[in-house]
């Protein structure tokens, strides 16, 4: 059995989130967040499916203030789950949602600092003091409207927005991804303020654990023990989606480490709640899963046998990849072993190949397929997703080893362009912008052409 890591409580609303309560889960919205009956509907479905907290988009201050009208829509039909606010690049606007909200999310990357420009920029220490103290001047007031509003707060870190600034002076590392929380979290502290969640989140499985981990460890140093939410952003859909979560969610989860959830698939949000459901009723029995593993350890090969497992769920496919990937993402991760064989008789020898592969891919081992690392969408995704997936796939499926981003708008686009070869990124309204690794090439395609733009960049390179 794991021992679970001993957390303080953050109060969402009429639930708390750490400490001896529950693993939370959650999902977010995918429709525009001034489509009041179209964020109802899709918040009722992502709660009468399990969900705890349903999370929206507020890009501006009217998206912000329409989260009264939402709230109050779905609390007069009896829904009185907690519901966040998703802020990036404006910082009042976590000011006016906080008022209506009952969590507001910020991205250190982009809360003061602008856009993610990938330039190197110099500071002397005691500019970097002065940039520091920039992001204090924008966030006590805001602390001080939680305060009043009794509005928890989520410092969520993705390793796609960092800023120029975390850039320049730690690089694209963990110890550069924790700074980026820390810098917030220490002013939380010293503010009092401790309705705080952390979320620290990559499409890289290993990137995402090991900066998790390390979170874990600075801030027991510094003596704050925040609750921690985790999540594999970017993690695609279908097995491919699942399969990531579960090695990245899961190598923390069998540990101890996690008090909410999210699982990040290109798919309906209502989709993501089963999936995260089993991934924390699953814990106890990876954790054991995850030490018969490690003990099976010979010439590089880790050895799963899924038919000493309890029949939890055993009929159903996905409960098995799910299970598979959970017990061993945690050994794949730290390369104590970068081979795998599953074991399972009611399943055939072909598909637990295809598993074990697949997790291997997730843990970014070996890479048997195309990979693609795609957002599960929000308020702010200018395309349809699903659709443009689904048609990038069918047309690149065959490219074995190469890595494609597809986001549905800026805001984690360049930055997880980083770790793609190529990247199709939402760039306004009906426009595409294509990307080379973290450099855009094209820019403001229309839609209708920017698939056919995008395999006729691939093949341009391959020839």
């Known amino acids: 059995m794991s021992t679970r890591r001993i957390s303080s409580v953050a109060h969402v609303g009429n639930i708390a989130i750490g400490g001896d309560n529950p693993i939370r889960i959650q999902s977010m919205a995918t429709v525009d967040t001034n489509d009041t009956e179209g964020c109802v509907a899709q918040a ?43 802020v990036h690049f404006t910082a009042h606007t976590a000011d006016v949602a906080a008022q209506y909200c009952e969590k507001v999310r910020i991205n250190p990357g982009n809360y003061v600092d602008p856009g993610r420009t990938f330039k190197h920029l110099e500071y002397t220490d005691e500019e970097y003091q002065a940039e520091l103290q920039k992001i204090e001047a924008k966030l006590v007031p805001f602390i001080n409207i939680c305060k009043e509003h009794r509005t928890a707060v989520r410092i969520g870190v993705n390793h796609g927005s960092l800023s120029d600034r975390i850039m320049s002076r730690y690089g ?7 700074e980026s929380c820390m810098e917030f979290l220490r002013i939380f502290k010293r503010e ?20 998790v981990r390390l979170l874990v460890k600075t801030m027991d140093k510094e003596d704050m023990h925040y609750p921690l939410h985790l999540g594999v952003t970017e993690a695609g859909e279908g097995e491919d989606g699942r399969i990531k979560s579960a090695v ?78 959970m017990a061993v993402g945690a050994l794949l991760i730290d390369r104590k072993a970068t081979k795998l064989v599953l074991c399972a008789e009611r399943f055939s020898h072909s598909d637990l190949v295809s598993l074990a592969d697949a997790i291997l891919q997730a843990a970014r081992i ?9 957002c599960p969408g929000c308020g702010r995704t200018l395309y349809n997703l699903q659709e443009t997936i ?27 362009m980083a770790d ?19 450099v855009c090439v094209e820019k403001n395609i229309p839609e209708e052409e920017a698939v056919d733009k995008l395999l006729e960049l691939i093949n341009n390179d391959r020839k």
């Open 44 to 86: 009722k479905r992502i709660i009468d499916a399990g969900g705890e907290i349903v999370r929206f988009t507020t890009q501006g201050t009217r998206e912000a203030e329409n989260m009264k009208n939402i709230s109050a829509r779905l609390k007069a039909d009896g829904y009185n789950q907690p519901l966040v606010a998703d």
């Open 172 to 178: 694209d590392t963990p110890e550069g991804i924790v």
């Open 192 to 211: 009092n303020f401790n309705d705080v969640v952390i979320s620290i989140k990559a499409s890289n499985t290993v990137v995402m654990v090991t900066t």
């Open 248 to 325: 990245g969610i899961g190598a923390l989860l069998t540990e101890g480490i996690g008090d909410t959830i999210r699982v990040s698939l290109s798919e309906e949000p209502e989709c993501e709640i089963p999936v995260a459901r089993k991934l924390v009723d699953l814990i106890p029995e990876c954790t054991r899963l995850r030490q018969e593993a490690e003990a099976s350890i010979q010439d590089d090969t880790i050895t799963l046998s899924l038919d000493s497992a309890s029949q939890f769920g055993c009929e159903d496919w996905e409960t098995l990849q799910l299970k598979a990937a």
């Open 366 to 374: 070996k890479f048997t397929k195309t990979e693609y690392i795609s």
């Open 390 to 416: 689904a048609k990038i796939k069918a047309a690149t499926s065959h490219l074995v080893g190469l890595k494609i981003g597809i986001m549905g708008c800026i805001v984690n686009g360049p930055g997880e």
């Open 420 to 438: 793609a070869d190529y990247g199709y990124v939402g760039a306004g309204r009906g426009k595409i912008s294509l990307y080379k690794q973290k």
